[in-house]
């Protein structure tokens, strides 16, 4: 398995026997086809940071992500929201990155 | 490592982006000329009201276009969710100053998405955007040519008639 991208709790990694991707949530790692780590990407992408510095919008402060058409279900904090984005940002960049040295 | 992004999508994954924000807006347009629509109807404009309905239709499928066009690219579209649509105007003039401004910032927004095309080398979804390009520069002209005859006759009960009647058949 390829590590991908490492943050504090998450690390991403792309498995090129299984053609799958792997998202490791420090305590349960998750494996995504393509499609399902685009499902992922598009719902940590859509979250809206703003939203938790104010009360009226979001209360708790949490965000619940479902995964896989919900056979898996993550509750976020804003701390671990931040981390998500930044660890698909760093994923995709890595993976575009690669693309350009495979094909070049 | 394998390039599987690439094994399983033909185009950009941020131009897959703009492509389904793109597919919104579409959707939004598909919308807002319903309601326009709906207020000729209500005014006693009917050659408008069949004149925005079918440019409602024609909305709906440049967003399924784009929808699809991902779709068989190996990218994944999303449904579009719609709001904001505005439902009060003054006048029939307003509504189509209304329509051109949104045309424009629709093309505005095509025009972006392919120089972003044209950043990252996806020839592929320019290729395909070429057609809106085209498209948006029919639709603009439309509109114009509408506005010029509020210009030229006026906005008065006869004028708005005869305008009408001429909006129904697509002058
Ligand atoms: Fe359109
Ligand atoms: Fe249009």
Redesign the pocket.
């Given at each position: 398995m390829n590590l991908l991208f490492k943050s504090y709790n998450f690390a991403s990694y792309q498995c090129d026997r299984s053609r799958c991707f792997y998202i490791d949530f420090g305590h349960k790692t998750v494996k995504l086809s393509f499609c399902q780590l685009l499902s992922l990407r598009q719902k940590v992408q859509k979250i809206d940071l703003d939203s938790h510095f104010d009360k009226d919008l979001n209360y708790s402060g949490i965000e619940i992500l479902t995964l896989c058409n919900r056979e898996h279900l993550f509750i976020l904090d804003t701390m671990q929201v931040i981390e998500m984005k930044e660890l698909i940002k760093a994923t995709f960049g890595m993976l575009e990155l690669n693309s350009l040295v495979t094909h070049s | 490592m394998k390039d599987i992004v690439r094994q399983k999508i033909g185009i950009n994954v941020d131009i897959m982006d703009m492509l389904n924000e793109q597919i919104s807006k579409e959707a939004h347009?598909s919308s807002a000329y319903l309601a326009m629509a709906s207020w000729c109807d209500h005014n006693g404009l009917t050659g408008s009201a069949e004149f925005l309905y079918k440019q409602s239709l024609?909305?709906r499928d440049h967003m399924m276009k784009i929808f699809r066009f991902i779709n068989e690219n190996g990218g994944t579209a999303y449904s579009p969710e719609v709001s904001n649509i505005l439902h009060d105007f003054n006048s029939l003039q307003e509504i189509f100053e209304t329509a051109l401004d949104q045309?424009i910032a629709?093309t505005k927004s095509i025009n972006n998405i392919v120089a972003k095309c044209r950043k990252v080398q996806d020839f592929a979804s320019e290729n395909f955007l070429q057609w809106f390009v085209h498209e948006q520069m029919e639709?603009e002209n439309q509109f114009r040519r509408i506005l010029e005859m509020f210009d030229l006759m006026g906005t008065d009960g006869i004028a708005l008639k005869l305008i009408d009647e001429r909006i129904k058949h697509g002058e």
């Open positions: - | 347009s024609e909305e045309e629709i639709e």
